[in-house]
């Protein structure tokens, strides 16, 4: 792998969410090589977002253009979650998520990239799937992959996407429809984790770990799809572990279950991360880490 290349700004757009702010967190973690002079900020409106005591601007995309440089390395988080979908209907969602991605398909048309960096989803990795899939979260993710790569080709920069399945870190503590956000929560509540598919198989991955390796490649200019892998458990070995570290609550799991569904690759994520120096966390230590998000 070649050395890092000095990049002198990082755009982060969807800075407010739990992924922005996890690479947020990473850029500014020198250890890991990034070398960014400048972090410029994007959310869906102007605001402040608070890091590890640093206070920072998040702009929004209408005052942001102006502030954008070439050469610089765009990391694209900013997406309506599926959750949504509870709280508006389709059409709306559709519009909504087409209007985000518009902006950053005009930044990547408009100025000289070094690298394009997509965070996609799991649900977007097989074709088959998504021929057969009805989420319109699912099909917009695969739609947007594709019109991004197809620009980034066009316009002769690096284009990275990341395929994200189940993941950790100190930021994520809303999300009831995450394993690790619904076991934790019911460890701390004292009650039962219910698993309901003990043997179906899950990555998990720490989202700050999965930011540096994702920029330190975006430095590089390199392109490629990755399906994010990391620590492989079952439901059952990560309810266990959750009991273990959270010290509370108990334990029922589902009698039948032959369903083991993984779609990652996890030896590509490690090989690159351990190309990195980078040590990707125990499935323990990244519930410790992931549990102050919920204090």
Sequence with gaps: MEDIVSRNQLIIYGANGWLGRSALSAATNHAFGNSFNEILLIG???STLVLDGQIYKVHNSLTSLEKIQDGA???NSAF?????????????YTQRNNEISEFALTVLERFNLATFINIS????????????????YAQLKRYWENRFEESSRNCGNAFLNCRIFSITGRYINEFDNLAISAFIKS????????VKSP??????????QLSQ???????QEVSLTLDSGGVLVTMEELAKTVLEVVGMGSLEIAPIDSSADYFGNFAEFNSLADLMGIDVLSLKKQIQTTLPAFS
């Design 44 to 46: 869906s409106r102007e």
């Design 187 to 194: 460890s701390l509540n004292g009650s039962v984790i219910n």
């Design 213 to 219: 390796v994702l920029l330190n490649l975006g430095q």
């Design 73 to 75: 390395v765009f990391f």
């Design 199 to 208: 043997r179906t198989r899950r990555t998990y991955l720490d989202a700050e």
């Design 121 to 136: 989803s799991g649900v977007a990795n097989s074709k088959s799937l998504y021929d057969t899939y009805s989420d319109p």
């Design 80 to 92: 309506l979650r599926r959750e949504y979908l509870k709280k508006i209907n389709e059409v709306e």
